[in-house]
């Protein structure tokens, strides 16, 4: 699966954006597809996860602000990021995990990232 993200930027304390991101699924059955963040000094956390379902979970400090979707027919998730607080700089990445047709082993796969940085 390759994980193309785009929508980062430079954005002021109190605003949105909308990250994307498409994915190359061919040969693959996609399980749940979900957005995650490292900030500097900091591991990597979840953000928000959509299953195939668009069962939705959110890490507690989004919850409100972000939006998860997906988009089948264009193989893309979406985060909506509102309220942007300067907490919320970080880079963020696309993930999926997903596992060969015919096979039962699930993997995950990575986005290369895209930068938010929220100015106060």
């Known amino acids: 699966v390759q994980l193309q993200a785009s929508g980062g930027g430079l954005v002021q304390a109190g605003g949105s954006l909308r990250l994307s991101c498409a994915a190359s699924?061919?040969?693959?059955?996609?399980?749940?597809m979900g957005w995650y963040r490292e900030a500097p000094g900091k591991q990597r956390e979840m953000v928000a996860t959509?299953?195939?379902?668009?069962?939705?979970n959110y890490e507690d400090s989004v919850k409100g602000r972000f939006f998860i979707s997906r988009d089948n027919t264009k193989n893309t998730v979406y985060l909506q990021i509102n309220s942007l607080k300067p907490e919320d700089t970080a880079v963020y990445y696309c993930?999926?995990?997903?596992?060969?047709?015919?096979?039962?082993?699930?993997?995950?796969?990575w986005g290369q990232g895209t930068l938010v940085t929220v100015s106060s």
């Open positions: 959509i299953t195939s379902g668009d069962s939705t």
């Open positions: 993930n999926s995990r997903a596992r060969r047709l015919g096979r039962t082993l699930e993997y995950d796969y």
């Open positions: 699924t061919r040969g693959f059955v996609i399980n749940h």
